[in-house]
């Protein structure tokens, strides 16, 4: 499978995200820091398992030195969490001025990103790699996925505010009710259809739970 075609398939607009953090010295090479990282893209996509990849391979791949791979990551581990982070999509901007429209483009982030990892053979094989060793997969959703959290609490504070969203339940419960739906059939049921339709269907019926007078008006 080609780049191109492993791109098109991961979604529309991504690009190689950040590498390792930087350190102290001379200046990196952002060019180096592609290559490397497209070096390992390609090798997998060229059907070479992660457990046969190795730093020299890579740093062949990539045509560089060895020394130029480890000055950056400490091993293949580190690596290969840049390398998931390069395949990432950046989160929607949110228009700020309706919380369910907010909500509905949050929760459709995470629907195309289920159905991207169903498509790409390349992101589910990285994404397997790190999922598999808990170190990686905490600092990635420290660095990556708590981003996204405190969007989303962000628009339930506002949603409280203005009166939308009841005041007497946790707001992390709250958040769990809505994206809970999405990721179970996104990754706990992969053989469940992503439909269009499911954010807003998912956010329009969560919203009825959780508005203020809920509980009068099911009673």
């Given at each position: 499978?080609?780049?191109?075609?492993?791109?098109?398939?991961?979604?529309?607009?991504?690009?190689?995200?950040?590498?390792?953090?930087?350190?102290?010295?001379?200046?990196?090479?952002?060019?180096?820091?592609?290559?490397?990282?497209?070096?390992?893209?390609?090798?997998?996509?060229?059907?070479?398992?992660?457990?046969?990849?190795?730093?020299?391979?890579?740093?062949?791949?990539?045509?560089?030195?060895?020394?130029?791979?480890?000055?950056?990551?400490?091993?293949?581990?580190?690596?290969?969490?840049?390398?998931?982070?390069?395949l990432d999509v950046p989160s929607p901007p949110l228009d700020g001025t309706s919380v369910r429209d907010d909500l509905v483009a949050l929760l459709e982030f995470l629907r195309r990103r289920g159905l991207a990892k169903r498509s790409s053979a390349l992101l589910r094989t990285v994404v397997s790699h790190v999922q598999a060793q808990p170190e990686l997969w905490a600092e990635y959703h420290e660095t990556?996925?708590?981003?996204?959290?405190?969007?989303?609490?962000g628009v339930l504070r506002r949603g409280v505010a203005n009166g939308e969203i009841?005041?007497?339940?946790?707001?992390?419960?709250?958040?769990?009710?809505?994206?809970?739906p999405m990721l179970a059939r996104a990754i706990l049921h992969e053989w469940k259809e992503l439909p269009e339709s499911l954010s807003a269907d998912i956010v329009d019926m969560v919203l009825e739970g959780v508005r203020p007078g809920a509980d009068a008006a099911a009673g």
């Open positions: 499978m080609s780049r191109a075609a492993a791109d098109s398939e991961v979604a529309a607009g991504e690009r190689p995200g950040p590498a390792a953090p930087e350190r102290r010295g001379r200046p990196r090479s952002a060019a180096a820091d592609s290559a490397i990282i497209e070096a390992v893209l390609r090798l997998i996509e060229d059907g070479v398992s992660i457990g046969e990849l190795s730093m020299e391979r890579i740093a062949r791949e990539a045509g560089v030195g060895k020394a130029t791979v480890y000055r950056r990551w400490s091993g293949k581990s580190a690596l290969m969490l840049d390398v998931m982070r390069s990556v996925v708590r981003a996204r959290h405190e969007a989303l609490l009841r005041t007497d339940h946790d707001l992390e419960t709250i958040a769990d009710l809505f994206v809970g």
